[in-house]
């Protein structure tokens, strides 16, 4: 199973922006798609962003286009997630996840099958 790791989470206030960065060793992300899932307080985790590594699609959740961004560093195999305009509303902590999920099943959780730990972040109005 495929390890994540993810950095670049905190506490910052609204309209302030912080940048994710999720990266694995010894794996190739090539044939994969690789995204981004929150989980608010109280709430169940919920679909963000995801990248097709090879082909490049990307979606985002209503609730933060315009605002977020995810791409990848081939070279680095790592991908990342640049959040501007932050809100209260984006606290929550955020999870990379890695999988193979058809590009119509892109937001469903089941179909990514390594996960990041987590990172927290935390918006201050």
């Known amino acids: 199973q495929v390890q994540l790791v993810e950095s670049g989470g905190g506490s910052v206030q609204a309209g302030d922006s912080l940048r994710l960065s999720c990266s694995a060793s010894g794996h190739s992300f090539g044939g994969y798609a690789v995204g981004w899932f929150r989980q608010a307080p109280g709430k169940e985790r919920e679909f963000v962003a995801v990248?097709?590594?090879?082909?490049?699609?990307?979606d985002y959740a209503d609730s933060v286009k315009g605002r977020f961004t995810i791409s990848k560093e081939t070279a680095k195999n790592t991908f990342y997630l640049q959040m501007n305009s932050l809100q209260p509303e984006d606290t929550a902590v955020y999870y990379c996840?890695?999988?193979?999920?058809?590009?119509?099943?892109?937001?469903?959780?089941?179909?990514?099958?390594?996960w990041g730990q987590g990172t927290q972040v935390t918006v201050s109005s």
């Open positions: 990248i097709r590594w090879s082909g490049g699609n990307i």
């Open positions: 996840a890695t999988g193979r999920p058809a590009w119509g099943s892109r937001s469903l959780q089941s179909l990514y099958y390594s």
